[in-house]
């Protein structure tokens, strides 16, 4: 199957700095999310973005399909963002089958 | 639009037993998938569903795992003599494909199942 690959697997931030995510995979994909997941465990969408650049509040995604990689942007973090990030693929093979695969995550932790 | 819900949120279980966890996906959401996570991974693709029929199933889902979706609405994940490597988050989520050639997977809460 497809290959995710995050970076850096642990970032510790103090609260108002920024940060990049970054997701590389080895396939062409026909979708890429990028979740937040919580301490109790939920998975919040934060971005659908197969291609382009996407902006929401303090964060913002850029996907280059022909390289193979998407990159998160966190800025004037806050505490409330501390958790793991998953970026999560879905290869495109002209089939209809929809299954992720998702990289290990990004474990951040942000202080006051 | 209320999200997925799962249930039971949490699940404590012996060896040897049978456990049952259910999905209700977003309304009229046609797809749905289930994944398993244990600690420190990402989540991996067990099952999923378009409408009732069920269209892939991963080589994690042994034997001892059956899923159902009846009626195309709610889904049902059975495990058989549970096992301790079996302990995971088991993750539901929804979408709704075709829509645009854009589907995006929504995730439920998640039920946590401990085998003691």
């Known amino acids: 199957g497809i290959q995710v690959e995050q970076s850096p697997p642990d970032l510790i931030l103090q609260e108002g700095a920024n940060s990049t995510l970054r997701c590389n995979f080895s396939?062409?994909?026909?979708?890429l999310q990028w979740f937040h997941q919580n301490p109790w465990g939920q998975l919040i969408n934060l971005f659908y973005?197969?291609?382009g650049t996407k902006q929401n509040g303090r964060l913002s995604a850029t996907t280059v399909a022909t390289e193979r990689y998407s990159l998160l942007y966190i800025s004037s973090s806050q505490t409330t963002d501390s958790g793991v990030y998953f970026c999560?693929?879905?290869?495109?093979?002209?089939?209809?089958?929809?299954?992720?695969?998702f990289g290990r995550g990004t474990q951040l932790t942000v202080w006051p | 639009d209320t999200g997925v819900s799962q249930d039971p949120r949490h699940k404590i279980t012996k060896r040897g037993q049978n456990v049952t966890f259910r999905c209700d996906p977003i309304?009229?959401?046609?797809?749905l998938y289930w994944y398993r996570q244990t600690l420190g991974q990402g989540p991996e693709f067990l099952t999923y569903?378009?409408?009732?029929?069920?269209?892939?199933k991963s080589r994690l889902l042994s034997d001892r795992f059956s899923a159902e979706r009846p009626k195309g609405s709610f889904s049902t994940l059975e495990i058989q003599r549970t096992e301790q490597g079996d302990s995971a988050m088991y993750l539901c989520?929804?979408?709704?494909?075709?829509?645009?050639?854009?589907?995006?997977?929504?995730f439920g809460p998640g039920t946590r199942l401990l085998v003691l």
């Open positions: 309304s009229e959401h046609n797809r």
């Open positions: 396939d062409s994909v026909n979708n």
């Open positions: 989520a929804s979408s709704s494909f075709p829509q645009g050639r854009q589907e995006t997977q929504y």
């Open positions: 569903f378009q409408n009732e029929a069920q269209l892939e």
């Open positions: 999560a693929v879905a290869p495109n093979r002209g089939s209809t089958l929809g299954r992720l695969y």
């Open positions: 973005i197969p291609s």
